[in-house]
């Protein structure tokens, strides 16, 4: 067991600490009655094991964040959170990945209905090529879904993501003309226009600048308060800031072929991740050491 790391140590600890303060909410040790979960998760590409036995539980309303360097698999194993890893070729998935109990793997589970119900924004705004009202109304349209007034829930969802006041007087123009800012809010809209029941984020903020990656931020802990959000993140201070826990993930090399396979080190509270880490391993990734 690592011992407490202090700020002399760990030179961004203390800034870390406090961006976090005002979002710790006394949560228990583990989940309670986790919307999703992970058993024995294994991942594999043809050959290549990309992820080897995560297991992870993810809280209702609250946020988790999955941090680690390049090629550990955090993003392997949310694309697996709503079977987006269908769509690769040669990709195999072994294990469970339990919604509300239920394996979104089991045969007789429609992929379709899982993203409809953990819907995903991905790493650069993917606007389609659309007007911003379109773009809303496209996933209640597409599936199906009742909507008594298509206006109402346009207006609901851009409200959802902080983008109504700036956009409610060109909902007909082209959602291209948005800045990158809010054509990832945009896409956040679009998302909750369905009513997902858990959001997967795969950096959110990576190609935003400070001001829209702090509006971003400031989305997810509104969002929290109605949706379960697991967010994979290369930005520590960002997981700091929004997650209520964080799961750190490193690579391990194979000795004979060098491909790297996944692998979650540790998982919990984000307050006791970024203030006393368990696992060396996490510390030193923390720290600067490695990553």
């Known amino acids: 067991m690592a011992s407490a790391t202090s700020a002399d140590t760990f030179p961004n600890m203390s800034s870390l600490g406090e961006a976090h303060v005002d979002n710790e909410r006394r949560l228990p040790a583990k989940p309670v009655n986790p919307v999703m979960e992970t058993r024995d998760l294994n991942v594999f590409y043809g050959d290549f094991h990309a992820v080897h036995d995560v297991n992870l539980s993810y809280g209702r309303h609250e946020i988790t964040a999955m941090i680690g360097p390049s090629g550990c698999g955090k993003s392997t194993v949310l694309r697996c959170l709503n079977r987006m890893n269908d769509l690769v070729p040669g990709a195999r998935v ?5 919604y509300h109990g239920q394996d979104i793997y089991e045969k007789r589970v429609d992929p379709i209905a899982v993203r409809t119900q953990i819907g995903m924004v991905f790493q650069k705004p993917n606007p389609f090529p659309k007007s911003i009202y379109d773009n809303i109304a ?13 206006d109402d829930l346009v207006e609901e969802a851009l409200n959802g993501a902080a983008l109504w006041d700036e956009v409610k007087d060109k909902l007909k123009q082209s959602a291209y003309g948005l800045s990158g800012g809010q ?3 945009l896409c956040i809209a679009r998302t909750i226009a369905t009513k997902p029941d858990v959001i997967l984020m795969d950096e959110p903020c ?4 400070p001001i829209a990656t702090a509006r971003v931020e400031d989305l997810m802990l509104t969002l929290r308060n109605e949706y379960t959000i697991i967010v994979v993140t290369h930005n520590m201070q960002q997981a700091a800031r929004v997650s209520d826990r964080t799961a750190f993930f490193t690579a391990r ?3 004979t072929t060098g491909n790297r396979t996944g692998l979650l080190v540790e998982y919990d509270l984000t307050s006791t991740i970024f203030s006393a880490p368990g696992d060396k391993r996490t510390e030193d990734y923390i720290s600067g050491r490695f990553g």
Do not use: C, F, H, I
């Open 138 to 150: 496209y996933g209640p349209r597409v599936t199906g879904m009742k909507v008594d007034n298509m």
């Open 206 to 209: 990576s190609a935003l600048d």
């Open 94 to 98: 072994d294990g469970e990945v339990l």
């Open 183 to 185: 054509q990832q809010r």
């Open 253 to 255: 090399p194979d000795e």
